[in-house]
């Protein structure tokens, strides 16, 4: 079943990416990748990408069939039909080619995403092999991987991790004791959808003395920081109406477009921590470490700030789009909200801790995570289409996000789209999101700390110590 996703592409906003966390380009805005030629003038390097299946495997009459989640609108991969709408016809392709490619059918199975663990866990007791693959959101996948009913991607011959179309950094801190059981293919876009970046107002800006010239030099310079961030909203703020009050009628240095996504572990991961990582190959608590908790108070304090308006419930954009906030906190999905925003607006990355960071980091919330389920009846096969749905998805669905969450902005330059594969060039997933929700999962996180009258860090640890170590034993025991 490939319908649905033709409802997103006008609704919804979208942008490119690949893989992991890799230092930035240095480029001027821009500037593109060129070699000089002996005349003297320039030519794009151009790097040619194949995928590890070889030419010439074929599966002809046989049937790939993904189990996926029935769940909002952005939880599928595949689309039934071209319709002309740039992003769903570059998915449909996506599909249609690898089955020209391989020789066989691909399918799609849409289930409640409540289900999907429960079928999962009958295919294995039953032996049963219906599903070649499937997708999965974060916390759910980890619960698959537990109950036994997945075996590792490393067991499926062609996918190869290392490929941007893998997202090498995200799969490299998703594996334990060298073996991945889920990672993020460029096939879905979900984690495009749903990755962190930071907009600004650019006429605010400009009036403020910093155009978006400005904005993306301090990008390019690796200086784009939560300082720099902090010093910019406090410039701006202003009690407007003259009430003595800041109400929503008032301007901020910052909004958000749904605040528990915003702050806390994304405030973390964007400084290049993680309150959970990944140590000697098994997963370890990382929370109680002094940056960790300088980077929680810095997250406290903007949460706390003047210069934030946060009381707005569930997922809005009014106060950027009616001029009245500098900075936009956003998950991508936040950008079909600014159609009818009149003031221009750049997309940035999250900001840096400080320049001494090498890269900026974008988490990406829940994004669907690769599947294989323990009785699928051929890894091969299953390996050959998902590398192959993940190659053509990163060459051609990626740029089609892209160019549809654009047509929103109201002026074109030639930075935005460079600003936006940066991000998407350095998406991070949250690892305690994943593993351990319960305890240190983005929302529990915001919530339990950051949305408290005072800031409880050390407390909150003591407190949720002993149900975490014993959810994380559970976790070390399983993979040995």
């Known amino acids: 079943m490939r319908s649905g996703l033709a409802f997103i592409l006008s609704v919804m906003m979208l942008v490119p990416a690949l893989a992991g966390c890799g230092d930035t380009a240095s480029a001027a805005p821009g500037q593109t990748s060129a070699a000089a030629d002996t005349a003297g003038e320039t030519a794009e390097t151009v790097t040619e990408l194949h995928s590890s299946v070889p030419d010439g495997v074929k599966f002809d009459g046989q049937t790939f069939t993904m189990l996926s989640s029935d769940y909002k609108d952005y939880h599928w991969s595949l689309v039934d039909e071209l319709t002309g709408e740039v992003l769903n016809d570059a998915i449909f392709n996506m599909a249609s080619d690898a089955e020209q490619t391989l020789g066989c059918k691909i399918e799609e199975v849409r289930e409640d995403i409540w289900e999907i663990e429960k079928t999962l866990q009958k295919m294995t007791a039953a032996g049963d092999s219906t ?9 759910f996948a980890t619960f698959c991987m537990l109950d036994g009913s997945l075996q590792p991607l490393e067991n499926a011959k062609y996918i190869d991790l290392t490929s941007p179309w893998w997202l090498p950094e995200i799969s490299k801190s998703l594996s334990m ?26 006429k605010m800006a400009g009036d403020f003395g910093h155009p978006a010239s400005e904005m993306y030099d301090s990008v390019d310079g690796g200086k784009w920081t939560y300082d720099v961030l902090r010093s910019m909203m406090s410039e701006v703020t202003s009690d407007l109406d ?24 994304t405030t973390v991961l964007s400084c290049g921590e993680s309150i959970v990582g990944i140590v000697d190959g098994v997963p370890a608590l990382t929370w109680d470490s002094p940056r960790v ?40 999905m936040g950008v079909s909200a600014l159609v009818d925003m009149e003031d ?33 009846r051929d890894p091969e096969f299953s390996g050959a289409v998902l590398e192959t749905l993940a190659f053509n998805g990163h060459n051609s669905v990626v740029g089609a996000y892209r160019d549809v969450t654009l047509k929103y ?42 949305d408290k009258k ?16 014993k959810t994380l034993s559970s976790l070390l025991e399983f993979i040995g």
Not at 347 to 374: F, G, R, S, V
């Open 293 to 332: 908790a300088d980077i929680i108070s810095l997250a406290y304090d903007i949460v706390h700030s003047d210069d934030v308006y946060l009381k707005a419930d569930g997922y809005t954009a009014d106060s950027f789009v009616g001029g009245r906030s500098l900075f936009l906190s956003t998950f991508f």
């Open 177 to 202: 004791n060298g073996k991945t059981y889920f990672t993020v293919g460029n096939y879905n876009i979900l984690s495009l959808n749903y990755t962190m970046a930071t907009l600004f107002n650019s």
């Open 242 to 265: 003259g009430d003595g009050q800041m109400t929503k009628s008032d301007r901020y240095g910052l909004t958000s477009y749904y605040k528990t996504c915003s702050f806390g572990t």
């Open 131 to 139: 599903y070649d693959a499937a997708g999965y959101s974060g916390r």
């Open 454 to 469: 005072d800031l409880n860090w050390a407390s909150y640890i003591e407190k949720n110590l002993k149900k975490t170590e």
């Open 409 to 450: 902005k109201r002026s074109r330059d030639e930075v935005t789209p460079r600003m936006v594969d940066l991000i998407f060039d350095n998406r991070v997933v949250d690892i305690g999101s994943t593993y351990l929700y319960d305890t240190c999962g983005y929302d529990v996180i915001y919530l339990n700390v950051l």
């Open 344 to 376: 221009d607006y750049g997309i940035i990355p999250c900001p840096k801790y400080d320049e001494a960071q090498a890269a900026y980091h974008n988490p990406t919330i829940d994004p669907i995570y690769t599947l294989i389920p323990l009785t699928c």
